[in-house]
């Protein structure tokens, strides 16, 4: 009996240190992700925003969920990078002016376009890099915004409750709803868009606002280091790459 009875104990010990690995990762897994409905106090004006979100999109081609972060420096550039589930970068959209970039670095390849060729391309309906801003800001309007902007945003008709937040808005065939906010804030946390050919969720875990920028974070290396390719061409890529 002292022989099954070891075997047994061993295991036992085996099943321990195996589940003790499995907290410790998860742990560690946990550490790494940003903090979970986090955003800072109200600045007088926006000047730049930074966070991280999770994005669920449903269409005619079935339905597809990502991890991103995203940068923006007003008025006019921006970084929005997607994730997979352990953390690696899979691509990301650099935004200069009217210019954009679709990026995938693993492929060392890039797609050049306007701001609203990317958002409908990926997204199934256009919005311009100021629509994007105030998706995430939760600010339409504003002393901060430029007459560009102001121009672009008055195509919406907006909805506010009775403490002025935004609910809901909509631009021609597309609309969103607003479904929770950041305590005691404007921001959005939890909003639903719909469309005739995508409807989605977008959920905001994190937000900072005129914070340091690295000079890095807007740098266009892959122009001279990778290749050009056409929007197909790049859909081709990313369908072999899931």
Same mark, same amino acid.
């Given at each position: ?29 946990? *550490? ?13 004006? %926006?000047?730049?925003?930074? +966070? ?6 449903? +269409? ?7 991890? &991103? *972060? ?35 670095? *693993? ?27 105030? !998706? ?16 672009? !945003? ?11 937040? %935004? ?6 065939? &597309? ?43 807007? *740098? ?23």
């Amino acid at each position: 009996m002292k022989g099954p009875l070891k075997n047994r104990k061993h295991c036992l010990r085996s099943k321990r240190v195996y589940s003790g690995v499995i907290l410790l990762a998860l742990g560690l897994c946990v *550490s790494c992700l940003p903090a979970r409905y986090s955003v800072p106090s109200v600045p007088s004006s %926006i000047e730049s925003i930074e +966070g991280y979100g999770a994005l669920r999109i449903t +269409g005619d081609q079935g339905s597809s969920k990502i991890r &991103f *972060s995203f940068l923006f420096s007003l008025p006019h550039r921006g970084r929005i990078e997607s994730f997979d589930y352990i953390g690696r970068s899979l691509y990301y959209i650099l935004i200069d002016k009217e210019k954009s970039f679709f990026v995938l670095p *693993s492929k060392k390849v890039y797609w050049q376009g306007k701001v609203e060729e990317i958002t409908s391309r990926s997204l199934g309906f256009r919005l311009n890099q100021y629509e994007m801003v105030s !998706l995430l800001s939760g600010q339409w309007t504003g002393e901060q915004k430029s007459l560009e902007a102001k121009k672009a !945003l008055e195509k919406w008709n907006l909805e506010r409750d009775e403490r002025g937040r %935004i609910v809901m808005g909509e631009r021609e065939e &597309f609309r969103f709803e607003v479904q929770e906010y950041f305590a005691n804030t404007a921001f959005a946390r939890l909003l639903v868009f719909f469309h005739p050919w995508s409807k989605g969720q977008l959920k905001i875990l994190k937000l900072n606002f005129n914070q340091a920028i690295r000079p890095v974070a807007f *740098s266009q290396p892959f122009l001279k280091k990778y290749e050009l390719k056409s929007w197909a061409e790049i859909e081709e890529l990313l369908a072999n790459e899931s």
